[in-house]
């Protein structure tokens, strides 16, 4: 009888150190001792344990406004993370885009080079009775402009005199009007330097063009002024005072 009574006693003892240790574990590990089947590391000492304490209560308590700081810092360089990849990918279709407008540009820019050269060299013949231009890229980007005037070897326009260099322009600007017409053009004394001959062809030439654009011509050539269907000048009465003149030639061709 008294034997049972003492392996009451103990068996009560060993519960209560059994809860002991439960509790302890729970409070050191944050575990309940059935989920550690096995040990991680190797079972300190207790005198591991009490220096492991001693060294934890040095260090002053944990300060909450760090751990928030810090957590705030992490969202953001989150979403900045996030800024990044998308301005990264808005970058790669941007570089996409830009080539294929470059490609495009340049396509474009290759086919209306060829159909200028084309109608450059055909109104060149028209204007001069014969002849050949032709337009070219040079080495640094620009464009040159090479023609064989009529009985002439063919020649840089930088070589060319002042009415020769006004017909080669003229018709450069007329095929390109050809090509591509615009709303309005305005020619400012472009046959200053022509001669009676050239005047004609060149006035020719504007008509052909007045077709589908409206010239606006600044001239003191009498043929030119032939031509427009519009006059506007100034002159000058008897007294000396200057006014404002224009004239409608079209309406006097259709009175006779």
């Known amino acids: 009888m008294a034997e ?4 009451r006693a103990l068996h009560t003892q060993v519960e209560e150190e059994r809860d002991r240790l439960r509790v ?4 050191e590990l944050q575990r309940a001792p059935e989920l550690l089947t096995e040990p991680c590391m190797p079972v300190p000492s207790d005198d591991e344990i009490r220096r492991l304490r001693f060294r934890a209560n040095q260090y002053p308590d944990a300060d909450v406004s760090v751990v928030e700081e810090c957590t705030e810092l992490e969202d953001r360089y989150a979403r900045l993370r996030n800024h990044v990849e998308d301005l990264n990918e ?29 109608e450059f060299g055909r109104v060149f013949r028209v204007m001069l009775r014969g002849g050949e231009a032709a337009h070219e890229l040079a080495e640094d980007g620009g464009i040159l402009v090479r023609a064989q005037l009529p009985g002439k070897r063919t020649r840089s326009s930088a070589s060319f005199s002042g009415g020769e260099k006004a017909l080669v322009a003229s018709s450069l600007l007329f095929g ?21 001959s050239n005047v004609d062809r060149y006035v020719t030439a504007l008509r052909d063009i007045s077709q589908r654009t409206q010239v606006v011509i600044v001239t003191h ?18 007294e000396g005072v200057s006014r404002l003149l224009s004239l409608r030639l079209d309406g006097f061709e259709a009175a006779g």
């Open 4 to 7: 049972h009574e003492r392996a």
């Open 24 to 27: 302890e574990i729970l409070r």
């Open 90 to 118: 808005a970058g790669r279709e941007l570089d996409a885009i830009i080539e294929m407008a470059d490609t495009e540009m340049r396509t474009r820019f290759e086919e209306t080079f060829v159909a200028l050269n084309d």
């Open 176 to 196: 390109m009007l050809r090509l591509r017409p615009t709303p309005f053009v305005v020619l400012d004394e472009v046959d200053a330097a022509l001669d009676e």
């Open 221 to 238: 050539n009498r043929a030119t002024m032939e031509a427009a269907d519009v006059l506007y000048g100034v002159t000058m009465d008897d």
